[in-house]
């Protein structure tokens, strides 16, 4: 069955400062990638998605995404974090192995900004 | 367009009490879900439902029920409330590639 893992747990990044949380999926094939951000009280909310092409993604807010499929990964960049960035976010795969069509998500990377 | 809608978006039960956590939507998803999230276990499916009058169990069903009987409710029940479905829920409806809209989440506690 694949799964998706979220190394790190929290990340705290200054103001301005560059972004990258990291994903790591586990699937036979090349799956479709998502990334969603959950701001605080919010529910889940799609920054971008990955279904084939381009290895780099763009997305809402100014985060971008890249697939490699040789480190089975699919990291989530943002050049400058602004503190409005504050918020958890979640790599997710669909669930390729069973009929219920949903998401598998990991656990999640809460970002913190530092003024 | 509402997308999806949760209600109600906070709520406190008794141990052994009933409620039910309400979903509907108005984007035609054939495919709805239930999830719950615990800090730091991201999100676990409950039930899902691949269209009105077809219901299935997901991950994690026990001490849940749910019913589909239009395409736009899909309500979440709890029989008897324990202390360890004290969680954020949350409805999510399947679009077109697959990406999926969340409702804003109902937040439970049962004490």
């Known amino acids: 069955a694949q799964s998706v893992t979220q190394p790190d747990i929290h990340i705290t990044v200054s103001e ?4 990258e949380l990291r994903c790591n999926y586990s699937y036979g094939a090349t799956p479709y990638l998502f990334w969603y951000v959950q701001s605080p ?9 990955y279904f084939s092409g381009d290895t780099l993604v763009q997305g809402i807010k100014g985060f971008e995404a890249e697939f490699k499929r040789s480190q089975s990964s699919f990291n989530l960049r943002k ?3 602004h503190w409005s960035d504050a918020a958890e976010y979640f790599c997710a795969v669909p669930n390729y192995g069973g009929s219920q069509g949903n998401l598998i998500f990991g656990k999640g990377t809460k970002l913190s900004v530092k003024p | 367009n509402a997308g999806v809608t949760q209600t109600p978006k906070f709520r406190i039960l008794k141990i052994g009490q009933s409620m039910t956590l309400q979903c509907t939507q108005d984007m035609n998803h054939n495919y709805m879900y239930w999830y719950r999230q615990d800090p730091g276990m991201g999100l676990k499916l409950i039930y899902y439902s691949v269209g009105a009058g077809i219901t299935d169990k997901g991950e994690v069903p ?6 589909r009987s239009t395409t736009e409710d899909f309500p979440l029940r709890l029989e008897l409330a324990a202390p360890s479905q004290t969680s954020v829920y949350f ?3 399947f679009g077109q590639g697959t990406e999926a809209f969340f409702g804003q989440g109902t937040r439970l506690t049962v004490v």
């Not at chain 1, 301005?16 to 972004?19: D, H, I, P, W, Y």
């Open chain 1, 41 to 49: 009280g919010q529910g889940l909310q799609l920054l971008l998605k």
């Open chain 2, 91 to 93: 409805c999510a409806g």
């Open chain 1, 16 to 19: 301005g400062a560059s972004l």
């Open chain 1, 79 to 81: 050049p400058s974090v």
């Open chain 2, 62 to 67: 026990n001490g849940y029920n749910v019913s």
